[in-house]
């Protein structure tokens, strides 16, 4: 990680590129409106820089920093590196010291902050403009957002047609978190290999009163025990 790209990092397809480098930096900033783009990122920094769950943590809202430097500081005992993930500490809006921040470059953790805002002219944000990777979150522009989604839909073996893509961001707008839940239960609905076509969209009013049945249950992982519902759902609808 000794040559990765440090300071702020400006547009999605930047960031896409530098994660898809494979070569992560030590620290990252992610703060900003867009929601979906910080679990997007994350998320992948999370399955390419920890092999064990054992060795992630986490941290939310008002947080010593004596706690994260023990974790900097300390032993991985479940692999080779740790990563940290802080969310709401505000330690970009206000001149707490961070100490821990120095340990990283020689140590084995990575660490990424989770923030809704920040405040440029405080030195912690000037610091991490040194140490580590920023990056403001945005919306993004409808092209930008259709791109998205029919990138997920290709990850998950199958087609997102231009038809459907525009069908649910006229129906939707673009809350790309409400877009990501509503292309999941899609991609559910259709075989592997299938295209998503607007026919797909006009049954979403309908399913809707089954959200209690079967669309509305907690993580996808679980979603195997309704399979049969989507099953049923398709031969009776008759949806390809």
Not at 210 to 238: D, E, G, I, K
Request: hydrophobic fraction near 40%; include cysteine; charge should be neutral.
């Amino acid at each position: 990680m000794a040559d990765a790209v440090i300071g702020e990092i400006k547009g999605a397809k930047n960031m896409k590129s530098h994660l898809a480098s494979g070569n992560y930096a030590r620290a990252y900033l992610f703060y900003g409106e867009e929601e979906y783009l910080k679990d997007l990122y994350i998320g992948r920094i999370k399955k390419a820089v920890v092999d064990d769950p054992m060795n992630i943590y986490l941290f939310t809202g008002k947080t010593d920093p004596r706690e994260i430097g023990d974790i900097v500081s300390g032993v991985s005992l479940f692999g080779e590196r740790k990563l940290i993930i802080v969310s709401g500490s505000n330690f970009f809006k206000t001149a707490e010291a961070l100490p821990f921040m120095e340990d990283l470059e020689d140590g084995n953790c990575t660490i990424v902050f989770r923030e809704e805002s920040v405040d440029k002219r405080v030195n912690n944000y000037k610091n991490m403009l040194k140490q580590g990777v920023v990056f403001e979150c945005t919306h993004q522009s409808e092209q930008d957002i259709v791109s998205m989604l029919a990138a997920k839909a290709k990850d998950a073996g199958r087609t997102l047609s231009p038809g459907a893509a525009e069908m649910m961001l006229s129906g939707i707008g673009l809350d790309m978190v409400r877009l990501a839940e509503e292309l999941e239960k899609l991609i559910l609905f259709v075989e592997d290999g299938a295209v998503i076509l607007p026919e797909h969209m006009h049954l979403h009013p309908m399913m809707n009163k089954c959200r209690n049945c079967c669309w509305n249950r907690s993580a996808a992982h679980r979603f195997w025990r309704w399979l049969p519902w989507y099953r049923v759902l398709r031969m009776l609808f008759s949806v390809p």
